[in-house]
């Protein structure tokens, strides 16, 4: 995606932050909404900085293309996923363990159907990189 599409992306999620911010300020919708709002204006914001110093400090983007196309630094990435994904899947099976003796039986599935879509998601995906590598 090139850097005026990305900026114009990042524009329209500004725009629809400050929109759920306000609503929810003004008590149109609820609190929750509004400190989405709030995120999104702040991830949009950041974004839109970055690229306008990519965009104008040369010495800037040469070290983020760098850094982009590093193999060290996509190797570090992938296992830090894979930690995260593990990390997840080890913490929503034993919150579904403790929650079902408690009687949060719903609660206790819904950690465990989360568990099964990750592996779907996680097996699905593996079988395309392999196909593709």
């Known amino acids: 995606m090139s850097n005026q599409k990305r900026n114009i992306m990042y524009i329209a999620l500004l725009i629809v932050g400050v929109v759920l911010y306000a609503a929810g300020s003004l008590g149109y919708i609820d609190s929750f909404w509004s400190g989405m709002g709030g995120a999104i204006i702040g991830v949009s914001a950041v974004r839109l900085v970055l690229s306008v110093k990519y965009k104008n400090d040369p010495k ?74």
């Open 60 to 133: 800037y983007a040469k070290y983020v293309d760098i850094s982009n196309e590093d193999e060290r630094t996509q190797f570090i990435a992938d296992k830090a996923r894979s930690w995260a994904l593990r990390f997840s899947i080890f913490l929503l099976c034993g919150l579904g363990i403790i929650l079902r003796p408690m009687g949060h039986v719903a609660e206790s599935q819904m950690c465990f159907y989360a568990v099964c879509g990750m592996e779907v998601i996680y097996l699905s995906c593996r079988a395309v990189v392999n196909r593709k590598y």
